[in-house]
């Protein structure tokens, strides 16, 4: 033995051959026998209670995850291979849609934005209902003298100017709202997904876990019985 007593603390990774640390080994016997199926059909000689590193381990829920996905749909998409993945590295897939969007502005996009914002607002409104009544009113109290007489030409070339830019500026802030709500259906998507495969996986380690206790406790009970014979003879 080392002096320093490492070798006991290390042993050898089933797959891989090589020398790791205890803690970042796992035995076979303690996770969900779908996952030990698939490592055991890949490599049919591994004992049952053979100890795989972690990132073996990671590997092959990755590839179950995938496998499972592809049977249920058909084909995995590349959102499905993000949250396989995240699965095994433990990779948190909520993000900030808002803060990723706000980043993204360009000073364009920007002021679409407070345009479409202030366009679409009761302040908008009525301050050109009191534009167009003063506009009007002192044109017609200027009478043939005023800049814009009636039928006040010059205020019709204005509005349909304004309606004219309003237009596309709104159609530029309604697109990058459908984007923003698309990232974020598809975060949800992600998150979720994830959330279903993990109370899944959750529930087979529960079973596989009381499965084992009750193999214990039988084994338990049938020691106690041969104890117990063993004493009345």
Not at 62 to 81: C, K, M, N, P, Q
Not at 138 to 147: E, K
Not at 197 to 202: A, G, Q, V
Request: hydrophobic share 40%.
């Amino acid at each position: 033995m080392h002096p320093n007593g490492s070798s006991s603390t290390k042993a050898s990774c089933a797959i891989t051959g090589r020398d790791l640390p205890r803690k970042q080994l796992v035995n076979l016997e303690t996770i969900r026998p779908t996952l030990a199926d698939l490592i055991h059909r890949d490599h049919p000689g591994l004992a049952s209670d053979a100890l795989v590193s972690r990132s073996e381990i990671a590997r092959y829920r990755t590839r179950y995850v995938e496998e499972l996905l592809s049977a249920e749909t058909g084909d995995i998409s590349e959102i499905e291979r993000r949250v396989a993945e995240s699965l095994a590295t433990n990779e948190t897939l909520a993000e900030n849609v808002e803060e990723e969007f706000e980043e993204k502005r360009s000073f364009g996009e920007v002021v679409s934005d407070h345009l479409a914002s202030f366009g679409g607002s009761w302040m908008f409104i009525l301050s050109f209902l009191v534009l167009l009544g003063v506009w009007i009113a002192f044109n017609l109290a200027r009478g043939t003298n005023s800049f814009d007489p009636y039928p006040f030409i010059l205020l019709n070339l204005i509005l349909s100017c304004i309606a004219a830019l309003q237009a596309p500026v709104i159609m530029m802030s309604q697109k990058r709202q459908e984007a923003k709500d698309r990232l974020r259906s598809l975060n949800d998507y992600q998150v979720n997904l994830k959330a279903e495969l993990e109370i899944r996986h959750l529930h087979e380690k529960l079973d596989h876990l009381i499965s084992k206790q009750w193999q214990r406790l039988a084994e338990i009970q049938q020691l106690q019985l041969e104890i117990m014979q063993d004493r009345r003879r």
